[in-house]
């Protein structure tokens, strides 16, 4: 088999691999026609492309992964590259034009359209589209009008303004952008790949202190922390996690999950790009790009990474020039099957006002909610933390009483614990109970506060389908009588309320309290359907 025929099957089996990730109706319509019209001295396959929108699409969706895929299975390909040729012409054709040439490398510079030429001449033109092809469902991903009027750039700055932009370096933080480039190139143009003006910022970097290994896991968030363990390990992203999306309230974890994320791939494929950027910081650089007519090189260096992670995209919501971009990013990404994870504070069905194109695409790939912190996970944590940041042995009755009263994040709760140890480390008191209530006279009155036995009572009643007042009543139906155990449990575990407070509230006494809560216990150890109830409740009521 020569060097031409194994490029041809190097093709093919690009095709084939492409088209796991971007289907086989985009695989037949884009990647299919192209053919091998020949292979140089130095090992570089030339492809063909029809001129026009096919190979427009191609070089701004398609080329890197044809890149990669061909040199994979070819191991003798040293670089790919790609031709813009006729509706008719052959490989014969090119290949007797080319003949004659003495240097085939200045031949091959002369006739092939490297990415370099592209974006040189791509930047001059001006209102640059691809039209829609509406039978074949593609939507315009070209370069946008480097024309706007100073006027347009101020509106659309007012637009997408965030209260911080205008002070990024105070914003950004360690976590909200990073981006990691390949020393090989992995775009078309090698002499500039590494020459990135809008993301390639050494300052940025990723918290160190957010690994996997320190994430303590639980049943709340078991399911997402598998997600992004076995994201993190993928070479190819896998369709059935593409795009990964997690989503969950204040301060449980959806920061450290993708920021684990961004340290493993990265130990694991150090010649993949990828970007870690908040929403924040995404409307600030294409606000900046507009400003600077540099919207090509926006689009160019997003398209190039292999994995984005994004956080917060609730942000977008009513900011319609980025959301749109942000679109146009995300379908780019998506049809070339690179990795996409995103998080939000709540599901993609509930973040209102959101582009339903984006909300249908992400609800194709998988979604993992990262619910509240139950007892156990707190306790848990706090021992890991408490491990981690004092050397003081913290009495397990502290760490109990702390996973008992703070429940409304894990922020919250470290906060809480680096008070008490810095308490004793420079006040010289001993960490017990009646100092630790003491320091955090604050954070309990708040958390206490928070919730009242009225509103458990009506949230349990809802829940089990019954009425209030069933609740204190004195029927013993089993249905009511076990609403009634939870109700009393959760008002001892999420309130300040002594058990004789909580027994005047259900018109019992405070030994009808101390064995409700028993009850509940005793359940939760052998019923499922129980400690499921208990979850949830939980949630409603955090």
């Known amino acids: 088999m020569d060097h031409i025929d194994k490029a041809k099957q190097s093709l093919k089996e690009s095709y084939e691999a492409l088209k796991k990730h971007i289907g086989t109706v985009k695989a037949d319509q884009w990647i299919l026609p192209i053919m091998v019209l020949d292979v140089n ?310 973040i209102k006002g959101m582009d339903h194109r984006i909300i249908s695409r992400i609800n194709q790939g998988m979604v993992a909610n990262i619910q509240s912190t139950d007892y156990n996970l707190r306790l848990e944590i706090i021992k890991d933390k408490s491990k981690r940041l004092t050397k003081i042995k913290i009495p397990l009755e502290v760490m109990e009483f702390l996973a008992d009263k703070i429940t409304n994040n894990v922020r919250e709760l470290e906060g809480a614990l680096k008070r008490i140890i810095q308490s004793a480390e420079l006040l010289g008191q001993p960490i017990n109970i009646a100092t630790t209530t003491e320091t955090l006279s604050d954070i309990l009155r708040s958390n206490s506060q928070s919730l009242n036995v009225k509103e458990i009572k009506k949230k349990v009643a809802v829940h089990f389908g019954i009425k209030e007042s069933d609740l204190t009543s004195k029927s013993r139906v089993k249905n009511i009588a076990m609403a009634r155990h939870v109700a009393v449990y959760l008002s001892k575990e999420l309130t300040e309320k002594s058990q004789s407070a909580i027994g005047r509230e259900f018109h019992r006494d405070h030994t009808t309290v101390i064995n409700s809560i028993k009850k509940i216990k005793k359940e939760i150890a052998n019923n499922t359907q129980i400690t499921e109830d208990l979850r949830i409740l939980e949630t409603l009521l955090k």
């Open 41 to 350: 001295n130095n090992g570089v396959v030339i492809l063909g492309i029809k001129k026009g929108l096919a190979y427009k699409w191609v070089i701004s969706n398609y080329s890197n992964s044809l890149r990669e895929h061909m040199i994979k299975f070819m191991p003798t390909c040293s670089d790919v590259k790609f031709v813009a040729i006729g509706e008719n012409q052959t490989s014969q054709q090119y290949q007797q034009e080319h003949a004659n040439s003495s240097n085939a490398n200045a031949s091959l510079d002369k006739k092939t359209a490297t990415y370099e030429n592209q974006e040189s001449s791509y930047a001059q033109v001006k209102d640059v589209q691809i039209k829609d092809v509406k039978d074949q469902g593609v939507q315009d991903q070209d370069v946008q009008d480097h024309d706007i009027q100073a006027k347009d750039l101020e509106i659309k700055a007012k637009e997408d303004a965030h209260p911080s932009t205008n002070h990024p370096r105070k914003s950004l933080g360690r976590k909200n952008i990073l981006s990691f480039h390949s020393k090989k190139s992995q775009g078309l143009n090698d002499d500039s790949s590494n020459e990135h003006k809008l993301f390639d910022q050494a300052d940025f970097t990723l918290n160190e202190r957010y690994q996997f290994e320190s994430f303590v896991v639980g049943e709340p968030n078991r399911l997402a922390c598998s997600l992004a363990n076995k994201t993190a390990q993928c070479h190819e992203p896998d369709p059935t996690l593409n795009p990964l999306f997690f989503f969950g309230g204040v301060g449980l974890g959806k920061t450290h999950l993708m920021t684990a994320i961004a340290h493993k791939y990265k130990r694991n494929f150090p010649h993949k790009n990828i970007l870690y950027i908040s929403t924040e910081t995404f409307m600030y650089k294409f606000i900046e790009s507009q400003k600077k007519r540099s919207n090509y090189d926006f689009k160019k260096e997003l398209r190039e990474i292999d994995m984005l992670l994004m956080d917060d995209i609730q942000f977008l919501v009513g900011k319609t020039h980025t959301e749109k971009e942000f679109l146009q990013v995300f379908k780019a990404l998506d049809d070339q099957g690179k990795q996409i994870i995103l998080s939000a504070d709540s599901s993609p069905s509930d």
